[in-house]
Every structure is written in structure tokens, then in C-alpha cells.
């Protein structure tokens, strides 16, 4: 099946920790990107990444940090210096063009 | 900077009325709209696309949308609304200026009533 796969679903972290969520895709698209959503706020980009070993922050990259070493995968690190970081996270890939995205099932992050 | 809105929260319909969830834009040049629809804890599935050509754009699951070049929207609509359409619908542009991406409306949430 092809598709964007987001791992953890659900991913609890103490204050003070670092968590990295994982994204892969096998579409064979050029870019990627991470949102998050938070209820009423819509989307908001935090991070994007058009080829590989490159990437540029979004409206929101503060206290987070991203990796492109391949293609098929965009990890995002939700650092300790992420103010509020309980929210969904959502991934999206994107051939080169006017074309649609297509996005992951999303990682709820909750901090304890 | 290219934008967009979705004016209402919330659109209740019975089941089987038409529905509509309004959009409209901004942006500087050809505009490149989407609409996606998100279940509970769910990402976003893609609906329909507006790139060029017929103002009237099919989707999936019997959704269409119109566009309007004149009034700046890009309005979802539906002949007959079931309950199963009840989720949170968006409406996207996409910024070829910014590798892409895609600036998204507040979401308006769809409630089709039995």
C-alpha cells in the first residue's frame, strides 16, 4: 500500500524531554511537511522540506527540529524548549507541481 | 501573503438537504485551492481540487465545489447530505512561493442531522 505512515499514534512525554515522531513515505515524493493542529487554530506549518538534505522552518519552528537524510522520511523533534507541545501532529507529502498533499493519521503528543 | 477563509464554525443540515461550507481567498496570482475533510483523530483526506479549467470541480464521495474567480470563493457543496459526512471539513491553498505548502482555512465543522 502507498502511503504516509506516522508513528507513534499516541506519544506521551514528561516536561524537559525530547520526543521524535516518525514519518515515512513511499509515494516517491519530493516534499514533505509537518503541521500542527490544534482545536479552532486549524493547521500550522512548523516545518518543510522540498528535497533531501534540506528543509526550512514554517510560521511555527520554535522548540522544534527536523531531519531529511532520505527521501521517504521526515522525522520531527519536539524539543524541551517547545513551550506548549500537547497537540496533533500531522504529516504530509507532495509530488513536485499544483498537486494535492496527502497526509498521515497524525500523532497525538500529550506532555505529563 | 495568500490566505484563506472559512467564514462559519459550524453548518448543521438535515439529512438528505443540500449542504454548503463556504470558502474564500486571497492570494497574488493563479490560485491553487483544495478541500480536505477530517474524521475524529484522523489526518486529513483529500476531497477535490480547483488548478484550472471548469468552474465546477468533482470530488470524492459525491462532493463538489464552485469556483469564483469574481466573488474570490471556493464553496463545498453536496445535493444530499448523509450522516456519515458529519466531520470537520477544510479549505487549502497552496503557496508555490513556499515550497508548496499548503495554508489552510479554521475548519468549519459539518453536523448532518438524521
Known amino acids: 500500500d502507498g502511503g504516509i505512515t506516522q508513528s507513534p499514534k499516541y506519544l506521551f512525554r514528561k516536561e524537559g524531554q525530547n520526543v521524535t515522531l516518525s514519518c515515512e513515505q513511499n509515494?516517491?515524493?519530493?516534499?514533505m511537511y509537518w503541521y500542527r493542529q490544534d482545536p479552532g487554530q486549524g493547521l500550522r506549518l512548523i516545518y518543510y522540506?522540498?528535497?533531501?538534505?534540506?528543509?526550512q522552518k514554517g510560521d511555527i519552528a520554535e522548540g522544534y527540529s527536523v531531519s531529511r537524510e532520505k527521501k521517504e522520511s521526515f522525522p520531527l523533534t519536539v524539543t524541551s524548549a517547545q513551550k506548549n507541545p500537547t497537540a496533533f501532529y500531522l504529516c504530509a507529502s507532495s509530488a513536485t507541481g499544483r498537486t494535492e498533499a496527502f497526509f498521515g493519521q497524525g500523532t497525538r503528543l500529550t506532555v505529563v | 501573503a495568500q490566505s484563506v477563509a472559512q467564514p462559519e464554525d459550524q453548518v448543521n443540515v438535515a439529512e438528505g438537504n443540500p449542504l454548503t461550507v463556504k470558502c474564500t481567498y486571497s492570494?497574488?496570482?493563479?490560485?491553487?485551492l483544495f478541500w480536505y475533510v477530517q474524521y475524529p483523530n484522523r489526518g486529513l483526506q483529500f476531497l477535490l481540487k480547483y488548478i484550472t479549467g471548469d468552474n465546477l470541480v468533482k470530488g470524492s464521495y459525491g462532493f463538489e465545489a464552485e469556483f469564483n474567480k469574481s466573488q474570490t470563493s471556493f464553496h463545498l457543496k453536496k445535493p444530499s447530505a448523509l450522516v456519515s459526512d458529519s466531520a470537520l471539513y477544510f479549505c487549502a491553498v497552496r503557496d508555490d512561493g513556499q515550497g508548496g505548502k499548503l495554508i489552510f482555512g479554521q475548519g468549519t465543522e459539518l453536523s448532518v442531522k438524521p
Open positions: 509515494l516517491n515524493h519530493d516534499a
Open positions: 522540506s522540498q528535497i533531501v538534505n534540506d528543509f
Open positions: 492570494v497574488s496570482g493563479n490560485p491553487y
